[in-house]
Antibody
């Protein structure tokens, strides 16, 4: 079964850091581009970051540029999001999503919740 | 950044109704558009990619059309499991952007 499972969320104080992980299974992870998308409570979807299959191309949303870092380990079939200098407005459910045809996203994890609060 | 808008923001419909949702891009995006369905507490589910290609496993009552700046998602005969929020997403250029969503609920 094709699956993505996020982990690493939790409660963190403003200014602190958190590292999210996304474990992939059921497909050849190294062949796919990957994305991070988040959803604040009661809000819509916000794309955060993209990484190509070989890690050669990376993009970020302006809202996280300079604070968040996407990376992947193809040997471990894992995707990561290092989040630094967290703010209250980063509170959200964070999803990893597999890149698909025409840069859509066809497989999503169940999400991991990040709460930034003192 | 390419801003995406959707209309209506919500729609009340009955089982069997035809529902049409519109998505508009601030600038042309060719056919680089996807549609997702999201139910409360769940991850989004890809319905349509490349503006009009039906994702495998998605019922044929869902269809997408459009190119350039104007796109539509249609549900030909609304079923109970279709009550959800629908989002469009442009994939023409980074940063990818989503529309604000359209909530489809029961009349």
């Amino acid at each position: 079964e094709v699956q993505l499972v996020e982990s690493g969320g939790g409660l963190v104080q403003p200014g602190n850091s958190l590292r999210l992980s996304c474990a992939a299974s059921g497909f050849t992870f190294s062949s796919y581009n990957m994305n991070w998308v988040r959803q604040a409570p009661g809000k819509g979807l916000e794309w955060l970051s993209y990484i190509s299959s070989s890690s050669s191309t990376i993009y970020y949303a302006d809202s996280v540029k300079g604070r968040f870092t996407i990376s992947r380990d193809n040997a471990k079939s894992a995707l990561y999001l290092q989040m630094n200098s967290l703010k209250a407005e980063d509170t959200a459910v964070y999803y990893c999503a597999r890149g698909y045809s025409s840069s859509s996203m066809d497989v999503w994890g169940q999400g991991t919740t990040v709460t930034v609060s003192s | 950044d390419i801003q995406m808008t959707q209309s209506p923001s919500s729609v009340s419909a009955s089982i069997g109704d035809r529902v049409t949702i519109t998505c508009r891009a601030r600038q042309g995006i060719s056919s680089w558009l996807a549609w997702y369905q999201q139910k409360p507490g769940k991850a989004p589910n890809l319905l349509i990619y490349a503006a009009s290609s039906l994702q495998s496993g998605v019922p044929s009552r869902f269809s997408g059309s459009g190119s350039g700046t104007d796109f539509t998602l249609s549900i030909s005969s609304l079923q109970p499991e279709d009550f959800a929020t629908y989002y469009c997403q442009q994939a023409n250029s980074f940063p990818f952007t989503f529309g604000p969503g359209t909530k489809v609920d029961i009349k």
